[in-house]
T-cell receptor
Framework: NAGVTQTPKFQVLKTGQSMTLQCAQD?????MYWYRQDPGMGLRLIYY???????DKGEVPNGYNVSRLNKREFSLRLESAAPSQTSVYFC??????????????FGPGTRLTVL | GENVEQHPSTLSVQEGDSAVIKCTYS??????FPWYKQELGKRPQLIID?????GEKKDQRIAVTLNKTAKHFSLHITETQPEDSAVYFC????????????FGKGTRLHILP
């Protein structure tokens, strides 16, 4: 049981380049999330997917797109990277659903640097 | 939307002493309040949570209290040890199908020898 996995672990991009961060979970969770973590800013929600086939914006969605490919996988795409997107990106998942309490399980993170 | 404020941003305590971290939330409909611990270079992990129908919960050296009327909740760590050094995040959530968890900005806890 791998839990939540993310690829890549590290990435360096030049301004204007694009890339996709991959996330997968094997816990049969319904909801998946993408956060970014910057020093002193905590965890800020970029996008989330409450269930397969749905996605919603979080606090800081500008410059990002997401795809919930299936129940297991949730990808985050940067179409034209900017230095302000330098951050650590965490994917997370929860069982979710009526009556469930949402412990979030996090992936190991992707450290992205945009030059 | 929900807003979670967390204080202090940094906390240093002597090993063996107690540490208290406080959070306030804005949405009275929030009913689930987890606390996450993040060690340096690692992912956040849940350490304790409390539901809105409970005022206090303990797990060994850690405890969480909730005051729904005042909309604040606190994490208490007793008999602190070096391995307690980490960043702690509080969060608030509503239990329904499309809920989100909103995090505070974190508290960096230093345990001094």
């Amino acid at each position: 049981n791998a839990g939540v996995t993310q690829t890549p672990k590290f990435q360096v991009l030049k301004t204007g380049q694009s890339m996709t961060l991959q996330c997968a979970q094997d816990m049969n969770h319904n909801s998946m999330y993408w956060y970014r973590q910057d020093p002193g800013m905590g965890l800020r929600l970029i996008y989330y997917s409450a269930s397969e086939g749905t996605t919603d914006k979080g606090e800081v969605p500008n410059g990002y797109n997401v795809s919930r490919l299936n129940k297991r996988e949730f990808s985050l795409r940067l179409e034209s990277a900017a230095p302000s997107q330098t951050s650590v990106y965490f994917c997370a998942s929860t069982l979710s659903g009526v009556g469930t309490y949402n412990e979030q399980f996090f992936g190991p993170g992707t450290r992205l640097t945009v030059l | 939307g929900e807003n979670v404020e967390q204080h202090p941003s940094t906390l240093s305590v002597q090993e063996g002493d107690s540490a208290v971290i406080k959070c306030t939330y804005s949405d009275s409909a929030s009913n689930y309040f987890p606390w996450y611990k993040q060690e340096l270079g690692k992912r956040p992990q849940l350490i304790i949570d409390i539901r809105s129908n409970v005022g206090e919960k303990k797990d060994q050296r850690i405890a969480v209290t909730l005051n729904k009327t005042a909309k604040h909740f606190s994490l208490h760590i007793t008999e602190t040890q070096p391995e307690d050094s980490a960043v702690y995040f509080c969060a608030a959530s509503k239990v329904n199908r499309d809920d989100k968890i909103i995090f505070g900005k974190g508290t960096r806890l230093h345990i001094l020898p």
